[in-house]
């Protein structure tokens, strides 16, 4: 699934990757493989934003800002009771 194209706050420093592998396993959209005993990022644009990759890396080789993105619309409409919402500027409220 792509959420918004080119707007993913995710960032990667190949230099202080270990290859560990964490950020794969963790990632809910596959967005990380492993090659060649280093992370790579299969598409960054299937990003979701939550977090799970950087509070997971020892090494401090991933960035995102979470909480911005369609990971925070699905929590906060389940918080609310109703429909996913980022607030990104549509008239419904609803994600763009």
Do not use: W
């Amino acid at each position: 699934m792509i959420y918004l194209a080119d707007v993913a706050t995710l960032q990667f420093d190949s230099d202080r990757c270990t290859g560990c592998g964490m950020c794969a396993e963790v990632c809910p959209h596959g967005v990380f493989i492993i090659v060649s005993a280093k992370a790579s990022i299969t598409d960054k644009d299937k990003c979701m934003e939550c977090g799970a990759c950087e509070n997971n890396c020892a090494f401090g080789a991933i960035t995102v800002t979470s909480g911005v993105g369609c990971a925070s619309a699905i929590i906060n409409g389940m918080i609310t009771g109703g429909e996913p919402s980022c607030g990104c500027g549509s008239d419904s409220g609803a994600c763009c």
